[in-house]
């Protein structure tokens, strides 16, 4: 039986100067739709580790953080001892090489940013992933979207991967509704479009179900 889960949300926000950063369009629904559901799955304990956002689960442990780096520092934290870990934060691939400690005034017509590749927390925790564990991630994907999908599942040592079509039609980030598929590595399952509240109860009895067939274990 599973009784901790280590669930990420939000966005990352990465600092260039004082007043500005580099983000994206993650709300953090998805991820506090998935928490508050955990929450009815009566599982002792579930740590919430969240970008900067308004959804905060009353009945979890939140960890507020707001860089990439912060957010690897608390994941790690928490993942040794978790049995279910929910990675569905939209972490930023890049941060700023430099972050000025003055505001930059609007002079140059022009103006380059260096960045620098942040870490890949997924990889991380896929990497040092124990055999009782159960990972899940997500993918964004606008073009070939299984193929995608498929190299991230693998490469990261995913058990579940719940896959974002992003499109004109589903914009995905910031809206109520969305397009997903739940993959593993012997099947694709697609949903129909769903309300994120209702996305995440099918996603739990997903993990249930894949829970089970790994373990030989009832949640």
Not at 2 to 12: D, E, L, R
Not at 21 to 28: E, F, H, L, P, Q
Not at 38 to 54: H, M, Q, S
Request: glycine share 4%.
């Amino acid at each position: 039986m599973f009784k901790k889960a280590v669930i990420t949300s939000g966005p990352t926000i990465e600092p260039i100067d004082p007043v500005r950063y580099i983000s994206n369009r993650s709300s953090g629904k998805t991820g506090y739709y998935i928490a508050t559901e955990a929450l009815k799955r009566n599982l002792d304990e579930v740590v919430f580790i969240t970008g900067p956002t308004r959804l905060l689960p009353i009945g979890c442990r939140c960890i507020e953080i707001e860089t990439a780096l912060e957010m690897r520092s608390r994941v790690m934290e928490h993942v040794t001892d978790a049995d279910i870990i929910i990675m569905a934060a939209a972490v930023s691939d890049y941060r700023a090489k430099r972050m000025l400690t003055q505001k930059i005034k609007k002079d140059a017509e022009e103006m380059q940013l260096e960045l620098i590749k942040n870490p890949d927390i997924l990889l991380e925790v896929g990497k040092q992933k124990r055999k009782n564990q159960l990972l899940v991630g997500f993918a964004a994907e606008t073009s070939h979207i299984f193929v995608n999908a498929k190299r991230k599942m693998t490469e990261k040592n995913l058990d579940l991967l719940v896959l974002n079509h992003i499109s004109e039609s589903n914009p995905a980030f910031d809206v109520d509704t969305n397009l997903v598929y739940f993959m593993t590595p012997l099947n694709i399952e697609e949903l129909p479009v769903l309300r994120k509240n209702e996305i995440a109860v099918k996603l739990w009895d997903k993990i249930v179900e894949t829970w089970t067939a790994k373990t030989g274990k009832e949640s």
